[in-house]
């Protein structure tokens, strides 16, 4: 069964500040990892995916990297702002058509 | 903006009440799959429709069914409703399985709250 982590829970940080969010996953079998943004009380919004071939992604501040063999993948934000405030979430996709399975997020936020 | 669109927005119903929550998914996509996110969670998968048919669903009970129709619009139904149903659910859309490209498309989600 896959499971996936996301470190830290929460982070706050001040503007301008370059961060990295972290997120593991149990079963390197995968087909692509996805980087979601939500808002409060909102849906999500996909950032970056990364296909089980691809090492990293990038948009423009952000920049995704997987490890599948070490079940790992990194979210970089470069020179955060308050807008960037948001939970961030990543989820796998084991296989074409099927489930996503999700971490349970990291609460962001990004001090004026 | 995704493309996929969730009604209704809020809903409120008392425990052992049935709710619909309807989906209309991006053009194009013929994959519709249903979360359930509890405050606080990651979205956890209910099931998902493939060409109209149930093509997975994960650990919920058969309380919770859907329907999805030919126009890959769908509906997630819920019977004897309980507290704990709470939630947000999302509902995302995936094109056909060709090539090595599976994104989900979300849709904004609708809040229901069991009194």
């Known amino acids: 069964k896959q499971e996936v982590t996301q470190i830290p829970a929460a982070l706050s940080v001040p503007e301008g500040e370059n961060l990295v969010l972290n997120c593991s996953f149990t079963d390197s079998a995968i087909y692509n990892l996805q980087w979601f943004r939500q808002d409060p009380g909102k849906g999500l919004t996909s950032l970056l995916l990364?296909?089980?071939?691809?090492r990293e992604q990038t948009s423009g501040r952000l920049n995704a990297s997987l490890d599948k063999s070490s079940g790992r993948s990194t979210l970089y934000i470069a020179a955060s702002q308050p807008g960037d405030s948001a939970t961030y979430l990543c989820a796998v996709l084991r296989s074409s058509g099927s489930r996503l399975t999700f971490g349970e997020g990291t609460q962001l936020t990004v001090n004026p | 903006e995704t493309g996929v669109t969730q009604s209704p927005t809020h809903l409120i119903k008392t425990r052992g009440q049935q709710v619909t929550l309807r989906c209309s998914s991006q053009s194009g996509h013929n994959t519709v799959s249903w979360y359930q996110q509890a405050l606080g969670q990651g979205p956890q998968f209910i099931f998902q429709y493939y060409r109209e048919e149930e093509n997975g669903r994960g650990n919920f009970p058969p309380r919770f069914s859907g329907l999805q129709f030919p126009n890959y619009s769908s509906e997630l139904n819920v019977n004897a409703l309980e507290l704990d149903d709470s939630a947000l659910y999302l509902c995302?859309?995936?094109?056909?399985?060709?090539?090595?490209?599976?994104?989900?498309?979300f849709g904004p989600g609708t809040r229901l709250t069991v009194l």
């Open positions: 995302a859309s995936s094109p056909p399985r060709t090539g090595s490209y599976n994104e989900q498309c």
């Open positions: 990364i296909q089980s071939s691809q």
